[in-house]
């Protein structure tokens, strides 16, 4: 398969900076999509729905691309969806709820070409095991870092950290927001290895 430019289809600077790690050339656009969860639709569903749905939103936009979508949600024990939080009050009731619980984190992930619609899709588990947070731990933490924008109201590769008790998954990337190590295997499988093809500074802004 030729190989055509990366498209990473996300404003996240998280994802962003991680997309950068591979050391391929690649832009960005923000897709404009609606995140609401379908009625009945599971975690898994809707990470990997939405992750394909972004991609396949830049698809006119962008022909000749091949598209990376994203998404993450985050799901209780009892099987309910933490969502981005947007706002102070949000996140605390989501930290208070997570404490002292395991809460999986499922990021979905799309790779899409924009000519011939191929698209390969899976959804990256992450589980985290918050430790017993107290009110003043909580508000502390979340005026320090404000992760508003963050399903599960926390920012891993910062301050988070201190929130848990254990992390257990493959790839602890995914929880950050973009799985690299599902990504890197889908695009060896398409003919690029991002190993032998990387050079350093080639994102394009």
């Not at 030729?2 to 832009?27: N, V």
């Amino acid at each position: 398969m030729t190989h055509k430019p990366l498209l990473l289809a996300s404003s996240s600077p998280y994802r962003k900076q991680l997309l950068e790690r591979l050391g391929l050339p690649f832009d960005c656009a923000s897709p404009d999509i609606d995140e609401t969860a379908m009625q009945g639709e599971t975690g898994e569903v809707l990470a990997t729905r939405l992750a394909e749905t972004k991609a396949r939103a830049l698809k006119e936009r962008f022909p000749g691309h091949w598209i990376i979508g994203s998404d993450q949600v985050a799901c209780m024990p009892d099987g309910s969806v933490l969502s981005k939080p947007g706002n102070h009050e949000q996140a605390k009731g989501q930290l208070r709820q997570s404490s002292g619980q395991r809460v999986l984190f499922l990021t979905g992930l799309a790779l899409l070409d924009s000519d011939s619609g191929k698209v390969e899709r899976l959804c990256e588990p992450y589980s985290v095991l918050f430790r017993p947070l107290t009110d003043q731990e909580i508000d502390t933490y979340l005026h320090r870092e404000q992760p508003y924008d963050c399903a599960g109201s926390f920012k891993m590769e910062g301050l988070g950290i201190t929130l848990f008790d254990a992390l257990e998954g493959r790839d602890p990337n995914s929880l950050v927001g973009l799985p690299l190590i599902a990504l890197n295997d889908m695009l060896r499988r398409w003919g690029r290895n991002p190993l032998l093809e990387s050079r350093p500074d080639t994102t394009r802004y």
